[in-house]
């Protein structure tokens, strides 16, 4: 998590918030120093501290209105496009009509295929990206490296889960077999790990306390499972996920212990 450091806190926080481009109220602050001003400028010592959005704020807007807009918009004409004028992707040809609903290709091909695909969509969005793929136990990371990354990451990282979906979208039609992939840029899927364990936790808290099942709010599948795994050892909770994607939820309820 970056610290800020400025004259007076309040310079501080305004110097985060415009890192951050959010406003006062969507983010968390922790004051690290308060600084002091010294006499005469002796011994003056800067304010410090940590900015980070909250966690309502940082979920809640996660998916809403991407995928309609980016997808329907902007990545599903250069899908189809790629689709259709990729050679290797037999069964999508006008050839072989009877393979259409077939998944055919290969890992290594169905994976070279995502990241031509990745590759084509960061174009269209007018962020060129090289696309570095690294295995992850059985999950293929596919990371855009590009000069632009506030453009694929969006606003509270709405335009990346858009690729995140996509992404899983296509491997599904292409590939043989089923294949788990993550997009990410730069390193907010790191970052986000750290709020999603944060958001765990607060969950299964609020769950216990009331005595009433948490819904949260949609996100992708990757990080539901990471919410499903941090929260598998609590004992006095159970997780599972609800709806359609890439709408689909998490609930966290209570476990009614018996006497």
Known sequence: MPIYEAATIDEAIQLGLNDLGLDKEKVEIE???????????????N???????????TVSEAIEETIEETVEEVLEEPLEKTIEETETIEVFTEDQPEEVETSELGDEAALTELAVYLTDITKQLDAPALVKMTREANTFVFQLDTQKQG?????????LNALQYLAQVFIHRIAKNKLSVVVNVGNYREKRQEIIQRLADRTAEKAIKSGQPVFLEPMPAFERKQIHAAL?????????????EPYRYLVVEPV???L
């Open 31 to 45: 004051i690290l120093d308060e600084g002091k001003k010294g006499f005469l400028g002796i011994g003056r010592k």
């Open 47 to 57: 304010a410090r501290l940590k900015i980070e959005p909250s966690i309502s704020e």
């Open 151 to 159: 453009i694929l990451i969006g606003k509270h990282g709405k335009t």
């Open 232 to 244: 598998s050892k609590n004992e006095y909770v159970k997780t599972h996920s609800e709806g359609d």
């Open 256 to 258: 009614k212990k018996r």
